[in-house]
């Protein structure tokens, strides 16, 4: 019983720390993107 609440644990945790990194990566992307696309509307 122990065993598995740990290795729950350890799976929540890993999974949160995931989602996190992922949606900070779709940040940083869609950042990158706007920034692009302002440079080219202000003429670069």
Same mark, same amino acid.
């Given at each position: 019983?122990? $065993?598995? $609440?740990?290795?729950? $644990?350890?799976? &929540?945790? !890993?999974? @949160?720390? #995931?989602?996190?990194? #992922? !949606?900070?990566?779709?940040?940083?992307?869609? &950042? @990158?993107?706007?920034?692009?696309?302002? *440079?080219?509307? *202000? *003429?670069?």
């Amino acid at each position: 019983m122990n $065993k598995a $609440k740990m290795i729950l $644990k350890y799976l &929540g945790t !890993f999974t @949160s720390g #995931y989602v996190a990194s #992922y !949606f900070y990566s779709v940040g940083d992307l869609l &950042g @990158s993107v706007l920034s692009a696309v302002g *440079g080219m509307l *202000g *003429g670069g």
